[in-house]
């Protein structure tokens, strides 16, 4: 019977998105799906973890985005910083001359037995 099927299958995705720790961030009552004299429902559904769903600035339905499909798209903005790392440069301007001839002048052995 295919009403068992989709509860099955529903309850499974239930089942993976706690499993996970996702939210459901698509806000309730927005239409994403709307066939010919219907009401429309909610079939498409964004899941975030608690740190991207901290950082939701918007998620709504965007129907300027629409491209004639029974499915409006969902957009979804998430302000998010990504760390950079600083790669460590070298100033040869600022180099002491003499401590540059003095460490050239070290003596240095490739390993302990030599």
């Known amino acids: 019977m295919r ?12 089942a993976q998105v706690d499993a996970l720790g996702l939210k459901l961030a698509t806000p309730q ?15 498409d ?3 975030l973890s608690d740190t991207l769903n901290e950082g939701v600035l918007e998620c709504c339905v965007a129907h300027e985005a629409d491209m004639a499909s029974d499915h409006f798209p969902v957009a979804t903005k998430i302000n998010i910083s990504i760390p950079v ?7 040869w301007r600022n180099v002491d001359p003499q ?8 003596e240095y052995h490739r390993s302990f037995t030599d």
């Open 29 to 43: 009552g927005g239409i994403t799906w709307q066939d010919r004299g219907s009401a429309g429902t909610t079939l």
């Open 3 to 14: 009403v068992r099927r989709d509860f099955a299958l529903a309850w499974e995705l239930i």
């Open 45 to 47: 559904l964004i899941f």
């Open 99 to 106: 401590l540059l001839q003095d460490c050239q002048k070290l």
């Open 85 to 91: 790392r600083l790669r460590e440069r070298r100033s």
